[in-house]
């Protein structure tokens, strides 16, 4: 079955880096839109960045200008690098993907389990 995993995260230092990968594993036949999600303690998850199958992407306001998500269409993979890291982007992050299993079916949306980010002051 298809199935998202996500590894990178961590305990880093504020003003650090931090890459994340989100591998799809499966039965794919496509991978439309990827997303990284976040929720940080206490609050809902919210969007932190998405992209197209065509490279288009798209980040929340507090992430723009540190954090870069791309992606690796021949590997079924998603990145976000996360740069100059705050003690705010502590959270549980999460990888989306809209995939197609085959041509004959609709997008599906899965959900990766998490990987807990940690940012100290």
């Known amino acids: 079955q298809v199935r998202l995993v996500e590894s990178g995260g961590g305990l880093v230092q504020a003003g650090g880096s931090l890459r994340l990968s989100c591998a799809a594993s499966?039965?794919?036949?496509?991978?439309?839109?990827m997303g990284w999600y976040r929720q940080p303690p206490g609050k809902q998850r919210e969007l932190v960045a998405s992209i197209t199958s065509g490279g288009s992407t798209n980040y929340a306001d507090s992430v723009k200008g540190r954090f870069t998500i791309s992606r690796d269409n021949a590997k079924n993979t998603v990145y976000l690098q996360m740069n100059s890291l705050k003690p705010e982007d502590t959270a549980v992050y999460y990888c989306n993907a809209d995939i197609r299993r085959t041509y004959y079916d609709a997008d599906v949306n899965y959900w990766g389990q998490g990987t807990q980010v940690t940012v100290s002051s």
């Open positions: 499966g039965s794919i036949f496509s991978i439309n839109r």
